[in-house]
Every structure is written in C-alpha cells, then in structure tokens.
C-alpha cells in the first residue's frame, strides 16, 4: 500500500471535475484519478450542446421547460441557480477557447432539442461534449499544481471522525493507494455500464454511489433514468450510438414501418421513449425510423457530420433513406444528495456532475442540461472548498428564487 497527500483528490476526468480542479487555487496540490483512459468518460459523448440563458426574457420559459420535464419534481432553488449562472459558464469556455457554432456577425448560434419552447443551446458540430471536455484537458494539464493518474480506480472513501479525509484507490497494476486530503470530489459518472444497452460506456458502473452507501451518506432518486429515445439500432454489441435530439430540433422525424408519423417529436425525452415502445410493441418491430428528408443537406453536413458518418457505416445513407433507431439507457437523474454547493452529508466530501444528485432535473432531464448542471455546480463545489479553507463567507451566487417569488 503507498500513501500520497494532496489538499484535493478528484476521482473522474469529465467536465465536472475538470472544471472543479480549474477553479480551484493554485497553491492547492491537486489529484484527479481516471478509471481509464482520459477519452473514456462520458462527458466526450455529448453530442447536442449545452444550454444557455439567453437573455433576461428568456428566463421564464427556460424554469418552465426544465421543471415540466423534471415533472415538477426538480428542487427549484437549484434550477434558479444553473440558469442564473449559465452566462457566466458559457463565457468561461468561450475564454478558455470552446469553438461554440456562431452566426455570420459573431453571435452565438443556437440550436433547440425536445420540450425547449425556443432556441437555447450553444454547440460545436456533433461533438459538443467532446469540444468542451478536450479544451478543459488541455488548460488542466498546463497546471503544475494538478497530477493525473489514468487507469486508476476509486475503490472507497477514507473517513476519520465522521469526516471524510481521502479516498483509497487501485492503480492498473493492482496498487492499492491511500490518498489522504482535505477535500474529496467524487466525479465518476453514471450508471450506464450496469445496463445491457446504453449510450454510455461501461466502465460507469455507479462507484460513488455504492460507495456513499456504505458509509451511510444519503443517496437520492436511484430510481430516476433516463432513457433516450433515439439510438442508432444495431445488431453489433457494445456502447448503443446516440442520435442526438437537436436532430429532431433541426427537422427530422420519426416514423413508423408505415412511414407514418405517430408523435411529437419535440416532446420530452420519457414522452417520446414511451411512443416509440408503444409503437414498437404495437407493429411488432425491434426499431422505429428517423428521416432526415426535411433537413436541409448542408445542416446534415455542418451540424451533424459525425452522426452522418456514423450512419452511414451502418448502411444508412441521411441524405437519401431514414435510419433505425431504438431507445437505449443514457442518463442518471439520481445519485449521491448533495446542497447547493455540491456537499454530501458528509463533511469534507463532495459529489459533481452525474453521480451527484442536486434536484435539478427533477424526475427527467431537459436535453442539453446535463454538460451545463455538471459545469455549474462543479464550480460551486471548488468555490466552497476555497472559501472553506480561507476562512470566508461564500461569495459564489446565492438563488434569490424564493425571495422572488414570496
């Protein structure tokens, strides 16, 4: 067994705990743990976007659009929080130089998926995802005060007191570590690798989460998964390929063996799931269809190259024929209950991005709020951190959602 001391130990290489560590001082020693390769997390997958406030009009429909998909089950507080701090996240990627799409005079462009009542999603191609977590990697490794350790594997929390003071974890070779530290991040994904078909990869297996549990740290809403409508049908084995949403928010359609129409597309995601089941079930088919005939060729092209390329692979041609489509696991509402900050139960320890569970998303997630949640919040958790071990108030923005509306 080796011990190492850092003041902060990450477990996950996504956004969430990219950010985290970015947003911490730099006279803090900082340890980020990946399970494996540093490509092979989830945050590279996300093809839509990532959701904006656009202007101060903008703020209604984009509470409502969010809690109508959580089904009025998401902690309001929260949502007030991620909308309110969303301008000031996407000018940090712009900063750190994110190449979001933008229109001919410079502004941002944006894109809408299913059950947005308007147009709000930054992108980059396909690969949105992909865009914001390789440029986090980059400004990350620039920092000497953060050290990465690849194919190394969270496999418990180290607690002293009732406080957590640590993680212990295990290196590809078999090495058991004890990493003791001031303040332990779990950022380690979802759930996606305990299931058959889902569009994550497999290595996500909910190690917080089991984790937490064991030491009696609260979970929340482990019931609570998403599942995406649209994934590219294949008889092959492995990861199930996402065809992202704003697909349909551009114009495609799904259709059924008849080649008829049979939902509104830019339903939320659990609404569509449901319809395509249904109509699956009712015409006695493994996969449904979605057509890009309505989408003009160069958005097929500019917007969706990779899905493009994809599908064509499989034998499916966007720009002449539909392609099969099946829904498929893709998303964890729940997970390790944190506050506002994105502290557990436990002192010392804190949980970002999908393994944590801050009531945002209620009971479904709004499409493209997933990179923005995990941004947000992330922050907040290195913000409390900093200030915790300064001594200060918090300074980082407080909802005034309650106040507002009493």
Same mark, same amino acid.
């Given at each position: 067994?080796?011990?190492?001391?850092?003041?902060?130990?990450?477990?996950?290489?996504?956004?969430?705990?990219?950010?985290?560590?970015?947003?911490?001082?730099?006279?803090?020693?900082?340890?980020?743990?990946?399970?494996?390769?540093?490509?092979?997390?989830?945050?590279?997958?996300?093809?839509?976007?990532?959701?904006?406030?656009?202007?101060?009009?903008?703020?209604?429909?984009?509470?409502?659009?969010?809690?109508?998909?959580? @089904?009025?089950?998401?902690?309001?507080?929260?949502?007030?929080?991620?909308?309110?701090?969303?301008?000031?996240?996407?000018?940090?990627?712009?900063?750190? #130089?994110?190449?979001?799409?933008?229109?001919?005079?410079?502004?941002?462009?944006?894109?809408?998926? #299913?059950? =947005?009542?308007?147009?709000?999603?930054?992108? @980059?191609?396909?690969?949105?995802?992909?865009?914001?977590?390789?440029?986090?990697?980059? @400004?990350?490794?620039?920092?000497?005060?953060?050290?990465?350790?690849?194919?190394?594997?969270?496999?418990?929390?180290?607690?002293?007191?009732?406080?957590?003071?640590?993680?212990?974890?295990?290196?590809? %070779?078999?090495?058991?570590?004890?990493?003791?530290?001031?303040?332990?991040?779990?950022?380690?994904? #979802?759930?996606?690798?305990?299931?058959?078909?889902?569009?994550?990869?497999?290595?996500?297996? #909910?190690?917080?989460?089991?984790?937490?549990? *064991?030491?009696?740290?609260?979970?929340? =809403?482990?019931?609570?998964?998403?599942? =995406?409508?649209?994934?590219?049908?294949?008889?092959?084995?492995?990861?199930?390929?996402?065809?992202?949403?704003?697909?349909?928010?551009?114009?495609?359609?799904?259709?059924? =063996?008849?080649?008829?129409?049979?939902?509104?597309?830019?339903?939320?995601?659990?609404?569509?799931?449901?319809?395509?089941?249904?109509?699956?079930?009712?015409?006695?088919?493994?996969? %449904?269809?979605?057509?890009?005939?309505?989408?003009?060729?160069?958005?097929?092209?500019?917007?969706?190259?990779?899905?493009?390329?994809?599908?064509?692979?499989?034998?499916?041609?966007?720009?002449?024929?539909?392609?099969?489509?099946?829904?498929?696991?893709?998303?964890?509402?729940?997970?390790?209950?944190?506050?506002?900050?994105?502290?557990?139960?436990?002192?010392?320890?804190?949980?970002?991005? *999908?393994?944590?569970?801050?009531?945002?998303?209620?009971?479904?997630?709004?499409?493209?709020?997933?990179?923005? *949640?995990?941004?947000?919040?992330?922050?907040?958790?290195?913000?409390?951190?900093?200030?915790?071990?300064?001594?200060?108030?918090?300074?980082?923005?407080?909802?005034?959602?309650?106040?507002?509306?009493?």
């Amino acid at each position: 067994m080796k011990n190492l001391y850092y003041d902060v130990v990450i477990a996950g290489c996504g956004v969430a705990g990219l950010y985290a560590a970015l947003n911490l001082p730099e006279e803090m020693n900082i340890l980020m743990l990946s399970k494996k390769d540093l490509e092979s997390c989830d945050s590279m997958l996300a093809q839509g976007g990532i959701c904006v406030l656009r202007d101060e009009s903008d703020y209604d429909s984009y509470f409502e659009d969010t809690m109508r998909a959580g @089904h009025y089950e998401n902690r309001k507080e929260s949502v007030d929080i991620m909308i309110r701090s969303s301008r000031d996240v996407i000018n940090d990627l712009l900063n750190f #130089g994110v190449r979001f799409a933008k229109n001919p005079d410079g502004s941002l462009a944006y894109t809408r998926e #299913g059950a =947005h009542s308007r147009p709000r999603i930054c992108f @980059h191609e396909d690969i949105t995802g992909k865009e914001i977590t390789t440029t986090l990697l980059s @400004h990350v490794k620039k920092c000497s005060n953060v050290t990465i350790l690849e194919y190394t594997t969270m496999t418990d929390i180290l607690v002293d007191g009732g406080k957590c003071t640590g993680m212990a974890a295990e290196t590809k %070779e078999g090495e058991t570590l004890h990493i003791h530290a001031d303040n332990t991040i779990m950022a380690t994904g #979802g759930i996606g690798g305990l299931y058959e078909h889902s569009t994550n990869f497999p290595i996500l297996t #909910g190690d917080a989460c089991r984790i937490a549990k *064991e030491h009696g740290v609260e979970l929340e =809403h482990m019931d609570y998964v998403q599942i =995406h409508p649209t994934c590219l049908y294949s008889k092959k084995p492995g990861r199930s390929f996402l065809i992202s949403e704003s697909a349909r928010g551009e114009g495609a359609v799904l259709l059924n =063996h008849k080649g008829e129409r049979f939902v509104n597309e830019l339903l939320p995601r659990d609404v569509v799931t449901k319809a395509i089941q249904e109509e699956m079930k009712k015409e006695g088919v493994e996969y %449904e269809w979605i057509s890009f005939a309505h989408v003009p060729k160069e958005i097929i092209l500019k917007h969706f190259p990779h899905i493009y390329e994809k599908c064509l692979e499989e034998g499916y041609d966007l720009l002449k024929e539909p392609a099969p489509i099946v829904p498929a696991q893709h998303y964890f509402m729940g997970g390790v209950h944190v506050n506002r900050d994105s502290a557990t139960t436990m002192p010392n320890l804190y949980a970002v991005g *999908e393994t944590s569970c801050n009531g945002v998303h209620g009971k479904n997630r709004l499409a493209s709020n997933s990179l923005l *949640e995990s941004l947000v919040f992330a922050k907040r958790a290195a913000v409390k951190i900093q200030n915790e071990e300064k001594g200060n108030e918090d300074h980082e923005f407080e909802s005034n959602y309650h106040a507002a509306c009493c």
